[in-house]
């Protein structure tokens, strides 16, 4: 069975200070793991992906995420947050094993304050 | 490419009448997903299909709930008859083999 955790339901920061979202992941092959973002009454949209190589990976809007396979992790991160990425954020995960459905976690509210 | 189309965006209905959502994914997908968001249950996967093939309907609530995919470029997702517990966001989603999934702009359900 694959699972995503995202232990916090909501985080707040300043503007220009650094954000981040954390994910944890429990699969039972190699992972696929992903972030998406969903704005009020819109669709997810994709932000970054781990499949393989560098655990460090970049994405849109200046979100990066690292992958840490001892500590099954996957947190979202961004050096300077802005207003506009107040969301809501989804990370999701894929079992190489278990087919192609995305296994979502339940969503963590960024909230950036001016 | 205009993205994964969903209509309608809005559907407000009443119980026991019969709901179709409709979805047009990417051109050249050949995967597509049918999500249901609520708040109580986040994101949750009702089914998904592989070359208009469906291969996992294990998230379909129940027999109301029925999808198909007649060809590449369309699918529907049919609840007969609704309840006011089918009230959620309903998203389609498509993407290629491995790689990430773009999703639609959801139908937002509302059964009375």
């Known amino acids: 069975a694959q699972s995503v955790a995202q232990p916090e339901d909501q985080v707040n920061v300043a503007e220009g200070n650094p954000l981040t979202v954390k994910c944890t992941y429990s699969v039972s092959g190699n992972p696929y793991l992903f972030w998406y973002v969903q704005y009020p009454n819109r669709g997810l949209q994709f932000l970054l992906k781990y499949i393989t190589g560098d655990n460090l990976v970049k994405g849109s809007y200046g979100f990066e995420a690292e992958f840490n396979k001892s500590q099954t992790s996957f947190h979202l991160k961004k050096p300077s947050a802005l207003v506009s990425d107040s969301a809501l954020y989804f990370c999701a995960v894929r079992d190489r094993n278990s087919g192609y459905a995305l296994n979502f976690g339940k969503g963590t509210s960024l909230l950036v304050t001016p | 490419d205009a993205g994964v189309i969903q209509s309608p965006r809005h559907e407000v209905t009443e119980m026991g009448q019969e709901v179709t959502l409709r979805c047009k994914p990417i051109?050249?997908?050949?995967?597509l997903f049918w999500y249901r968001q609520t708040m109580m249950r986040g994101l949750e996967l009702l089914i998904y299909f592989n070359n208009n093939v469906p291969i996992d309907d294990s998230g379909m609530p129940e027999d109301r709930f029925s999808a198909k995919m007649p060809n590449a470029s369309f699918s529907t997702l049919k609840i007969q008859p609704s309840e006011p517990r089918d009230s959620a966001v309903y998203f389609c989603?498509?993407?290629?083999?491995?790689?990430?999934?773009?999703f639609g702009p959801g139908t937002r359900l509302t059964v009375l």
């Open positions: 989603a498509s993407s290629l083999v491995l790689a990430e999934q773009f």
């Open positions: 051109s050249g997908h050949d995967y």
